[in-house]
């Protein structure tokens, strides 16, 4: 394999070294710094490893067996980072972090091929790669505390301050977490990261944090080498731009004990303090962004050199020289010795097995365990039993749907001492529509309480909390304000099981007040029916309720499946809903349902897919969700003045859709009318006349939707939703 710049650059300066006096390798290896000589080795052999996997990935490319050639070259400074850190620490990592990763593998007594070794079959797009199996090549091990994040640019860091307050609430709680008491959490990413909104979100939420006192022990680490892929960072602008409120240290990361001693004081300060703080680790970028990338495209021939002189590598390997710890013959033995161990090693992953099917790929993407989400639904203690029938009597007055969902968050909280409720508003004044009032009361502080007004800050607290060991409950105020955090949804919090194959999850319940019909108050950031980006990401379950009975039983199938399986739940809870008492006429009460005591859990118990029927008809079937519910069984009612008889599915889940369910009441009527109160394009109804006619129903399908449009304020809303008469119409048109 040809040398390139960078191999042939080592070499050269590394054989003109003069040695050293040799000196005691127990002692600093040099004046002023804490790292020995013996440590400086060690950290050599690791920075040394990280290089020639970046020389291995070019190498596996050309052959045509590699995938991934983002390397961490020029950035093998933070391997020191590694070295100041507890391996329990638990670290979220820039995808340049590769010599963290190994110096963390070591840490944990695992011999230095395994580490190679495992990013290796990354590269290879291995299924025997021990973390993403093949689906990405990613840094992360649940026995090295590293939780794998992909190439997403700074969406890792609200979920890292989860980690870090999840770290301090397992504590106060006397929750057993993932980590242990004293551990700090560390962030890593790249300079260009820290304009991002995510990156903001993840600073802003803990100079919050710190700033209202609450204990945050998270080092956030910015390797900045002046660029983002080919677009520079202004010199001084990392050091200008962190935040003010977080206590800022820096190093040259082309300098091994610079970056050791800076490293060990931030993580003190972190761990004593339990408080947040910046470091920024001056690096270059060597072998430019990535195998497609051509650096002489956007950088001059002076910058490049300017870089290469640089190379830390090089710096560490001049620092043992001139210690007298090594010489130049048997560092450049070393490096050719190691470099034809690596690319044998390479070789040998490529003829590893890779993933062959569909199924083998998407097995760990959302694994369903009906059973024992069923078995999670029925736990009741026999205390908490009794104290709930002494508070509840059979005969108490039927609750709403706000109501139901209160109490249904109020016996979760009080049988699992894990589960956080947590957003805007939902705790003093318990939400704007009274959803969580009186848990604050009943809870505490610790377990309810009122977020920033951020929605991926929340969410990175949710995601957080989840990988760390607790069940968090946040609220999104309303459905429209989810979009603003969406990829937390996406790009974090589904493909975690996805990526680590089930090592690492984040059980997560969203709750969020959603859907129009408010009678025209506020407008489309309150009235919101799109669902459309959440239906097209895989794995994740959309529960929408539509009547009180139902929202407790799926809001505890929620809980119970991400407790035993690690789902990714949304709970969309149609606001117009909340307080409605009345089906048919004002004052019957037929919206209404009364709450099951435990003893009728499992009894009452709704599956994640399953649908609910209401009606026997054979006329026609009209399959709804949400809003549509009470409008199709009002038109139902009418219908039956002709003697037309209908039945109403209540989908109850948007994704996965019941399609057994759907299929079976079709068939019985061999019609369809759709009731979709989410847009005509994007909709739910889309997918649902995709299900019918993929699994071969042949009878007569129409469907009425909500117009392509925002939803304006007032009256005019009317005039672009479903409305109850649109349904009636359209099924006497069916039936004519």
């Known amino acids: 394999m040809a040398r390139d710049t960078v191999e042939t650059h080592f070499a050269e300066v590394v054989g003109a070294l003069q040695p050293g006096t040799p000196r005691d390798p127990s002692l600093p290896v040099r004046h002023g710094t804490t790292l020995t000589g013996t440590r400086c080795r060690e950290l050599f052999g690791i920075q040394l490893g990280s290089r020639l996997l970046d020389i291995a990935a070019r190498w596996l490319r050309a052959q045509g067996e590699g995938h991934y050639t983002i390397g961490s070259s020029g950035h093998e400074g933070n391997a020191a980072v590694a070295a100041a850190l507890e391996p329990t620490d638990p670290a979220l990592l820039h995808y340049r972090s590769g010599a963290f990763y190994l110096a963390r593998s070591a840490q944990t007594g695992r011999l230095a091929e395994e580490g190679l070794r495992d990013v290796l079959l990354g590269l290879a797009a291995a299924a025997e790669e021990p973390i993403a199996g093949g689906r990405h090549k990613v840094f992360g091990h649940p026995d090295l505390a590293i939780i794998p994040q992909t190439s997403t640019i700074a969406s890792h860091l609200p979920r890292a301050v989860g980690v870090a307050f999840a770290i301090e609430r397992a504590k106060l709680l006397d929750v057993a977490g993932r980590w242990p008491g004293d551990a700090i959490a560390v962030c890593s990413f790249g300079d260009a990261t820290v304009n991002h909104a995510s990156a903001l979100t993840g600073f802003n939420t803990a100079a919050y944090g710190e700033f209202r006192g609450l204990k945050l022990p998270l080092l956030f680490v910015c390797e900045d080498n002046g660029l983002g892929i080919s677009v520079r960072t202004p010199p001084g602008w990392v050091e200008a731009g962190h935040h003010p409120l977080l206590p800022y240290f820096e190093a040259d990361g082309c300098d091994l004990p610079d970056v050791y001693d800076t490293a060990r004081r931030a993580a003190d300060h972190v761990r004593a303090g339990r408080s947040p703080a910046f470091l920024r680790i001056r690096t270059v970028r060597l072998m430019g962004h990535a195998g497609s990338d051509v650096e002489m495209a956007y950088r001059t021939r002076r910058e490049i050199t300017a870089d290469l002189a640089l190379d830390p590598l ?422 004519s």
């Open 314 to 735: 090089v710096s560490t390997a001049r620092l043992l020289v001139e210690a007298g710890l090594e010489t130049p013959q048997a560092l450049l033995a070393r490096y050719e010795a190691e470099r034809d161990h690596v690319l044998k090693l390479a070789l040998e992953c490529t003829r590893r097995p890779r993933l062959e099917s569909a199924h083998q790929v998407m097995e760990p993407l959302a694994p369903r365990r009906p059973a024992a989400v069923a078995a999670d639904v029925a736990r009741v203690p026999p205390a908490r039993e009794q104290a709930f029938r002494t508070t509840l009597p059979e005969d108490e007055d039927r609750l709403t749907l706000a109501q139901a969902i209160n109490r249904t968050l109020a016996d979760a909280m009080a049988l699992d001492p894990g589960v956080l409720v947590f957003g805007e508003d939902v705790a003093r004044k318990g939400g704007v529509y009274g959803v969580t009032r009186g848990l604050l009361r009943q809870f505490g502080v610790a377990r309810v309480f009122d977020t920033l007004l951020d929605e991926q800050a929340i969410l990175g607290l949710a995601l957080g909390s989840g990988v760390s060991g607790l069940l968090p409950v946040p609220e999104i105020q309303y459905l429209a304000y989810l979009h603003n955090a969406l990829d937390q949804i996406r790009g974090e919090a589904s493909s975690l099981r996805f990526f680590s194959q089930g090592a690492y999850r984040n059980p997560l319940v969203v709750r969020v007040p959603g859907y129009a019909y408010q009678k025209g108050f506020g407008g489309h950031f309150h009235n919101e029916n799109s669902v459309a980006a959440l239906r097209d990401i895989p794995g994740l379950v959309v529960a929408s309720p539509a009547r009180p009975d139902d929202a407790a039983a799926m809001l505890r199938t929620c809980l119970a499946a991400a407790r035993t399986d690690g789902s990714v739940c949304v709970f969309i809870e149609p606001i117009a809903l909340y307080h409605t008492k009345d089906l048919f006429e004002e004052g019957d009460n037929g919206w209404l349902a009364k709450y099951a005591p435990p003893a009728r859990w499992l009894e009452t118990h709704v599956p994640i897919g399953r649908a609910r029927s209401y009606g026997d008809g054979r006329d026609l079937t009209i399959v709804t969700f949400g809003n549509g519910v009470r409008m199709s069984l009002r038109a139902a009612v009418k219908l039956t003045k002709d003697e037309k008889s209908c039945r109403v599915l209540d989908l109850r889940w948007l994704n996965p859709l019941p399609i057994d369910d759907l299929l079976r009441a079709a068939e019985l009527t061999g019609k369809v009318l759709i009731a979709d109160e989410t847009r005509r394009t994007g909709g739910v109804s889309e997918g649902i006349v995709a299900a019918l006619v993929d699994n071969g129903f042949s009878g007569p399908i129409a469907r009425v939707t909500s117009q392509d449009s925002f939803i304006p304020l007032g009256a005019a809303a009317d005039h672009v939703l479903l409305t109850e008469q649109e349904i009636e119409q359209a099924a006497r048109k069916m039936l």
